[in-house]
């Protein structure tokens, strides 16, 4: 079975605080898809980012950057020099190899005070 | 961009009434989804489709159906709707064909249904 695990609920900071957002999974497959996604109070969810799992490079965009850890099947993410703009709700997903079903996270709810 | 729409932002509806969720995606994308989103549990997979007038059950259709006549419209169907169905309802859709192989296409959301049924 597949599962994403987001253990921290809700987060507070202020601006131009650094923070970063854990993602911890589990999968059988060997060949699998990371992805983050926002969602902000429009309530659209917006993609951030998607990792293969054969590729372990961490990136950066812009303030964003992502730290992929295969052997502690983590994926977590961290905003630099946090905005009140980062406000939303932060849900990492798994795709496995076969089928078609994105498995989600519980969220986590980023609130970036003035 | 991808464009998913779907019908209604709000809707408030009572007790066994026939409920329709519409959702319009405008990139000719083979794929639509529709997830149910509650507070603590993330997005939960309801049904598929992968073409016209296919579909596949997700993790929890029950109490659901869905329809798609046409490639980009997928419609989900609260038969006889109940309080335990009050939710946030978000479409989605991507570009790849099923085939049962890799498949790493995001998904593209609309902006969600909140449904109230009292």
């Known amino acids: 079975a597949q599962k994403v695990t987001q253990a921290q609920t809700e987060i507070s900071v202020v601006e131009k605080e650094d923070v970063t957002l854990d993602c911890v999974y589990e999968?059988?497959?060997?060949?699998?898809?990371l992805f983050w996604y926002k969602q902000p109070p429009s309530g659209e969810l917006v993609f951030l980012i998607r990792?293969?799992?054969?590729?372990?490079q961490n990136e950066i965009s812009g303030r964003y950057s992502w730290n992929f850890q295969k052997s502690t099947s983590s994926f977590n993410f961290t905003i630099t020099a946090s905005q009140v703009v980062d406000s939303a709700v932060y849900f990492c997903?798994?795709?496995?190899?076969?089928?078609?079903?994105?498995?989600f996270g519980p969220g986590t709810r980023l609130s970036v005070l003035p | 961009d991808v464009k998913v729409t779907q019908s209604s932002r709000y809707l408030v509806k009572r007790t066994g009434e026939k409920v329709f969720l519409e959702c319009v995606q405008d990139?000719?994308?083979?794929?639509m989804f529709w997830y149910r989103q509650d507070p603590g549990l993330g997005l939960r997979l309801i049904y598929f489709?992968?073409?016209?007038?296919?579909?596949e059950k997700g993790d929890i259709p029950e109490g659901y159906s869905v329809s798609r006549e046409k490639k980009e419209r997928f419609s989900l169907i609260l038969e006889s709707a109940s309080t335990n169905q009050t939710s946030m309802y978000l479409c989605?859709?991507?570009?790849?064909?099923?085939?049962?192989?890799?498949?790493?296409?995001?998904?593209?959301f609309g902006n969600g249904t909140r449904l109230t049924v009292t």
């Open positions: 989605a859709s991507s570009s790849l064909p099923w085939t049962g192989s890799s498949y790493n296409s995001p998904l593209h």
């Open positions: 999968t059988r497959d060997t060949t699998y898809y």
């Open positions: 990792r293969n799992s054969f590729d372990e």
């Open positions: 997903a798994l795709k496995g190899n076969y089928g078609q079903n994105f498995v």
């Open positions: 990139m000719d994308h083979e794929n």
């Open positions: 489709s992968y073409d016209v007038k296919m579909k």
